[in-house]
């Protein structure tokens, strides 16, 4: 009862800190608005007659669909990192481990390569490859007669290669005044200039991805433990892993549409919430989801406001991320 009265304490903990940072988000960065001024844009937003004025472009059109975009790709990746480590019965596995990472850069690169620009164009050729990278992978772990989660993992380790080997291939033949810098900027990720149409085009499939995963959260305890012990209990092993993969490379390839990539949050947030909550999924996926929407909050923060140009948030994720991986590689050594 007290662990289970604790996990509870700490997922209300989080949602709290959730509101508090969100809030927080709209009124602090490089141009301050004061927060009683926050509350009435949003009032007057709400009723449909927001106040014209310069805060009100920062607030409502600048930072609101920015914050909403931030807390679904946090949420998201997060989630499918959970899943995706009961799902593989390995605590470093990331939701990009069958290439959709991989596959939807190349695709954004593409697009930029031959509509010179970041546009609809591109993010929909990042969602559409990032969805063939798993379909590729999942094609090639059959390969053999006899597929097993080993060879689902190196199908996608073999795709990301592939994927990552065109991307150079894209760079290497892009206009290295303008379409390399879009390019490579876009790799590394950002909420920079995200509107509410890149918020329309998430929101959804996001949403439904979570949704599925949570719904199946005791199914993946089951999963954790082993195939055999699945099927005496009534669980289809095949059937319940295709739908978590579905789930996850529908909400890691929405995410890198709008965002690019952004690493490290699907393997940090679960470990991390797993040495709180513990490996029970029905507290570790809803913690996971609100940490890593306040993860990502904070990052895209420190993101935007430490420099004048702001700094790629691949880039702050991944500089926090690899010590992190680290220690769980240590605590994990051995089993």
């Known amino acids: 009862m007290k662990t289970i009265t604790r996990n509870h304490t700490f997922i209300i903990l989080l949602l709290g800190v959730l509101i508090v940072f969100s809030f927080g988000s709209l009124f602090l960065g490089r141009y301050y608005v004061e927060p009683g001024q926050v509350l009435k844009l949003l009032w007057s937003g709400l009723l449909g007659s927001p106040l014209d004025s310069v ?8 930072r609101l669909p920015r914050l909403f975009i931030v807390i679904l790709v946090g949420a ?11 799902c593989f019965h390995n605590p470093l596995v990331s939701p990009d481990v069958l290439g959709v990472s991989a596959g939807a850069g190349f695709g954004a690169a593409l697009g930029i390569l031959l509509t010179d620009g970041v ?11 990032g969805i063939l990278s798993v379909v590729l992978s999942l094609l090639l772990s059959r390969i053999k007669s006899e597929s097993s989660i080993l060879a689902l ?8 290669a592939v994927f990552n080997a065109l991307i150079s291939l894209v760079k290497f033949v892009a206009d290295t005044d303008s379409q ?16 509410y149409a890149e918020l329309g085009q998430i929101v959804m499939p996001i949403l439904a991805g979570i949704t599925v995963l949570i719904a199946i959260r005791w199914r993946i305890n089951v999963l954790t433990l082993g195939d055999e012990e699945a099927k005496t209990l009534g669980i289809k092993p095949g ?8 789930a996850a490379t529908i909400i890691t390839a929405s995410a890198v549409m709008v965002a690019g990539i952004v690493g490290w949050v699907g393997l940090i947030i679960p ?30 923060f ?18 926090i991320g690899a010590p992190f991986f680290a220690l769980v590689y240590k605590k994990t050594e051995g089993c």
């Open 55 to 62: 805060d009100k472009t920062v607030v409502l059109d600048i």
């Open 76 to 86: 998201g990746l997060s989630v499918s990192g959970a899943a995706f480590q009961g």
């Open 119 to 129: 546009n609809g164009v591109t993010a929909t050729m990042a969602f559409a490859f």
């Open 153 to 160: 993992v190196l199908s996608g380790i073999i795709v990301s």
């Open 180 to 195: 390399l810098p879009a390019i490579t900027f876009w790799l590394m990720g950002s909420f920079a200039n995200t509107t």
């Open 239 to 246: 059937k319940t892993r295709f739908i978590i993969i579905a």
């Open 271 to 300: 470990n991390l919430c797993r040495m709180i909550v513990g490996s029970d999924h029905q507290y570790l996926m809803p913690a996971s989801c609100l940490c890593g929407a306040v993860f990502l909050l904070i990052v895209d």
């Open 302 to 319: 420190i993101a935007r406001v430490v420099t004048p140009s702001e700094i790629p948030i691949g880039i702050l994720t991944a500089i």
